[in-house]
């Protein structure tokens, strides 16, 4: 039986890849879309995600605007990784969908109360401040989540919007924190595997052999990002972050990591939202998470284009 989730989402070209991906594994069923402010502001991630079910041939796939600002700070966005509309590098037509009217943080809290105990995993692909408000507000879901599968944190890598900080702990740390101290089972894809998880020229032309629109939207959005992050880290090709959630999913031998207590940090300015990680089980905290380190990243690209080609 396919595995039921809620992707929760800021896209973001990596996001839109995730949710592309997602939507084509029949393993799995897309329950919603949820939306939240991260990489550019809410209205932008809200229709982005309409433009990418659109893309897929998914109209049917309900999507919600959820939170458009951290817990209790300011909105960091990201426009200088993800252009002004967050999906630059590819031209979607303006979605016909419409956003549902229930909030996202809601349709989270009824999805998990309606259905069975532990049938709902949650994939959250940007700041935590959906999914830590539907536990505020609704302690019980927490019970009923199956795991939560989450891109967040770095360790051996540090940061990538500050030294210390990953941009999605960093932009709603309180929220993290929450999430992280929750006791729900989960799977954490850090920098640390995202950054071995490198696109190349190889898999571009790859998927524009393809000659689908979904593979050519791809490949622009990948182009795009490439530019950024290869004058930032020096690379030929660049992190394609959110979508090892949805590969992990499917196929979790690709990946290894370890059982390991992770901490949020949300009181020092220098070092807010980092993910201190005990991997080396220095300290004798107890585990709250898989924290992945490893990715076989040809087998990881390989599942990609054969799923995305088949949209
Ligand atoms: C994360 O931040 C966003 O820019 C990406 O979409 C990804 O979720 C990587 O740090
Ligand atoms: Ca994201």
Redesign the pocket.
Known sequence: MARNIIIDT?P?Q??AVAILLALACPELNVLGITCVA??VPLTLTSKNALQICELAGRPDVPVHAGCDRPLGRELVT?EH??GSTGLDGATLPDPKMKLQEKHGVDFIIKSLRDGPEKTITLCP??PLTNIATAIKQAPDIKQRIAQIVL?GGAYFEVG?ITPAA???IFVDPEAAKLVFNSGIDLVIAP?DV?HKALTSKKWITELRNQNNPVCEAVAGWTDFFERFDSEKYGSSGAPL??PCVIAYLIAPELFSGRRINVEIETKSELTRGMTVADWWGVTDRPSNALFLGDINADGYFSLLTKHLAKL
């Open positions: 800021d973001g990596d996001d991260g990489n990201a990784v993800h692909l940007g891109m990538n990953e941009f999605n920098l995202t972050h959110d």
